[in-house]
């Protein structure tokens, strides 16, 4: 298995070459890789692969990681269970 192989991104099974490839390509922004790959829009929001994305884009572009506008982040912010959606059975 080589480096490039290595899931970044374990909700959308993205690995560290498509994420190289991109930022080669010329997305140097958090946010655009996230539309374009997808890293980042799974069910944990990126709780898992944020930082590793940041961490690749800093080491591909020579920019501290301080200096790297993360991601925003919307809600929910945690997963809500849809019984929480339609209230108990008091209501
Ligand atoms: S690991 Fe990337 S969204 Fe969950």
Do not use: W, Y
């Amino acid at each position: 298995m080589s480096d490039k192989d290595i899931i970044i991104c374990r909700c959308e099974d993205v690995t560290q070459a498509e994420v190289e490839a991109a930022i080669d390509g010329g997305i140097t922004d958090p946010e655009e890789l996230k539309r374009f790959l997808n890293v980042g829009l799974g069910p944990c929001q990126g709780r898992t692969c944020g930082r590793l994305v940041l961490q690749i884009l800093a080491r591909k572009t020579g920019k501290p990681v301080s200096e790297i506008r993360a991601t925003k982040t919307r809600p929910p912010l945690v997963s809500v269970p849809i019984k929480e959606f339609i209230g108990s059975d008091d209501d």
